[in-house]
């Protein structure tokens, strides 16, 4: 039987196609990854904003993923928005007893700025999922509600790092450098090292849902079996591919190009 690497997601809504559930799906549909979906919130946005937000039952979030595990391989599986406490003891009770790897797109604000979880679900988040995951990918604003630090500099970014993994339990961490100045740097601590992530800074404001796209990336890689730096790699490079060549459709901040990457092969292939 040939292996399909499959990858789950479990997040919210997104309409305009840009981020949440939609943006991951295309992120493993171009890495030739089996997607799956769980949604946890119906979610009216766009690129200017959130208008409103629907949050399904408990219950039926529960029967979502048990649609899923009972049924299908899921090799690896990323959260996204999981707006409330409730919501995310369910998630949590199903994810104790599941062999793949867990990736954390700690998602509580939209690019636009708008709150996408309660206060409660931040402290559960924080406090219970945390140490279930392989890897939390936290932006610089959740990083620092998440460690309760400052993040002004690199150093910082490392020490909140070590800081995450060594104090709070999680697998790995990943702390995205995309609102310090110069160039677009991540860094990685698995417990053992600091890997380093490199890319040019793109001049645009069409960045809606690269959080999103970057972690559904890494989930899309490691449910092939890519070791997680090179997972992280991977995924950088085809986020940043994506941001280059964003589109500048909307009234706000533009979605980022899920196709770009394969664009580009094609392009070397011609």
């Known amino acids: 039987m040939t292996y399909v690497p499959c ?4 997040a919210g809504t997104d309409p305009s196609g840009g981020a949440g559930i939609q943006a991951d799906l295309k992120t493993f549909q171009e890495l030739k990854t089996y997607g799956m979906s769980v949604i ?5 946005q766009n690129t200017t904003g959130v208008q409103d937000i629907n949050h399904l039952s408990v219950a039926f979030i529960e029967q979502q993923l048990e649609s899923v595990f009972s049924d299908m391989p899921v090799h690896a599986l990323k959260t996204g928005m999981i707006a409330n406490e409730a919501m995310m003891r369910a998630v949590a009770a199903r994810l104790a007893s599941v062999d793949a790897a867990y990736v954390m797109d700690p998602v509580m604000v939209a690019t636009s700025g708008d709150s996408l979880i309660d206060e409660e679900a931040r402290q559960f988040l924080k406090k219970e999922l945390l140490p279930l995951t392989t890897i939390v990918t936290p932006n610089l604003p959740e990083t620092e509600f998440i460690t309760g630090r400052k993040i002004e500099t690199t150093e910082d970014m490392k020490d909140a790092a070590a800081f995450i993994v060594d104090e709070l339990h999680a697998g ?12 677009a740097v991540d860094f990685l601590y698995d417990g053992h090292q600091i890997h380093m992530y490199s890319e040019e800074r793109i001049p645009t404001k069409n960045t809606h849902g690269t959080g999103c796209t970057y972690s559904a990336a890494i989930t899309a890689n490691l449910s092939k079996g890519l070791p997680l730096h090179e997972a992280v790699r991977q995924a950088k490079r085809f986020v940043t591919a994506a941001i280059r060549s964003s589109f500048d459709i909307g009234s ?8 770009a990457s394969r664009t580009k092969e094609e392009q070397r292939s011609e």
Not at 172 to 183: D, M, N, P, R, S
Not at 252 to 259: E, L
């Open 252 to 259: 706000g901040n533009g979605p980022t190009n899920h196709w």
């Open 7 to 10: 990858a789950l997601t479990i």
């Open 172 to 183: 790995a961490a990943l702390i995205k450098g995309g609102h310090l100045q110069g160039e």
């Open 40 to 44: 946890t919130s119906v979610v009216a």
